[in-house]
């Protein structure tokens, strides 16, 4: 008996949705669009995150030492830097080493190149990079080297590259709180198309109602095919959302290969490794969204 009693609901509830076709194919879209958005946003902060942790392993600190300063010096300068607690690792580039490295990142500017030949010596420094444990403790390491006082040190480098996290930091902030509004708006919209497209429904069915009414159906009966039409719209929605994402997200990932260069970075198999979290949990959201716009509806309108 409740088989059957749940065919019929089915029935009855794809029977509104084509009744009122155009109806609900603005409900889609704009279910669409609020899921998309919801997306967009998620894809945003993923980026952001993965690009704060690309400049937080990129930010060192530089210290410039003298030319054919003795490496005995160098090496005790390096172990008392070591010691302090701010300190996460500590590399020494020899003059050599600094050659090397300068002429690889050079190797397709000829004229660079050609100008060290004939230069006849080596004209970079001995360098120690040191990279800080903390981000917060960046301020607290270069008080510290600042009071380390040795005649070997030539130049310090101290690229304040905690101000990019900050700028990265309050970009991603604002385009989170836009796309948020976004989402809201949407979601607020799919809200009142969800009520409406059910109200129209009851209106269109009123006689039904009350015939079914009037026969002893139940007030779940009559209640039903409405609630499962907003699970439908959710359902198709979302189906909808997936298959124009992922081209999105197709025609995104070229661009960020780019960007994050020497990162393995795929956007793509982030959502692959987190589809089941990610659209399921949009789906459950939404499906109760819609189900409690359309509970609301029924209960006015059916007078059930």
């Known amino acids: 008996m409740f088989l059957l009693s749940f065919a019929r609901v089915i029935k009855f509830s794809l029977q509104d949705i084509g009744r009122n076709i155009w109806l609900s194919l603005v409900t889609i879209i704009i279910l669409v669009l609020a899921l998309f958005s919801i997306n967009l946003l998620l894809v945003v902060k993923v980026i952001s995150a993965t690009a704060i942790s690309a400049v937080k392993e990129k930010i060192d600190i530089s210290l410039y030492l003298r030319t054919n300063t003795e490496e005995n010096r160098i090496l005790a300068l ?7 607690e701010q300190v996460k690792d500590i590399e020494y ?15 397709n500017n000829p004229e660079i190149l050609q100008a060290l030949v004939e230069l006849g010596k080596n004209p970079l420094s001995p360098s120690l990079i040191i990279k800080p444990k903390n981000i917060d403790q960046y301020d607290e390491l270069i008080a510290s080297l600042n009071k380390i006082e040795d005649d070997i040190i030539e130049s310090r480098n101290f690229a304040d590259r905690k101000t990019m996290l900050e ?3 309050s970009i991603t902030d604002k385009v989170s709180e836009a796309g948020l509004l976004m989402s809201l708006v949407f979601v607020f919209i799919t809200l009142l198309v969800v009520y409406n497209a059910i109200r129209v429904a009851i209106y269109t069915h009123r006689m039904e109602i009350g015939i079914m ?17 907003s699970i ?7 189906i909808a959302t997936i298959i124009i994402f992922y081209p999105f997200l197709g025609l995104l990932q070229p661009y960020l290969e780019a960007f994050f260069i020497g990162y393995n970075f ?32 029924v209960s006015k309108y059916s007078k059930v």
């Open 78 to 84: 390096k172990a008392k830097i070591s010691k302090l």
């Open 93 to 107: 580039i020899s003059q050599q080493a600094a050659l090397e490295s300068f002429k690889v990142k050079h190797k």
């Open 167 to 169: 700028k990265i930091n």
């Open 213 to 229: 009414k009037l026969v002893g159906a139940s007030n779940w009966f009559i209640r039903a095919p409405y609630l499962l039409s």
């Open 232 to 238: 439908i719209y959710t359902l198709i929605g979302l």
């Open 266 to 297: 795929n956007v793509i198999s982030y959502f692959n490794s987190h589809f089941i979290a990610i659209f399921g949990i949009e789906f459950l959201a939404a499906a109760l969204i819609n189900a409690l716009a359309s509970l609301v509806a």
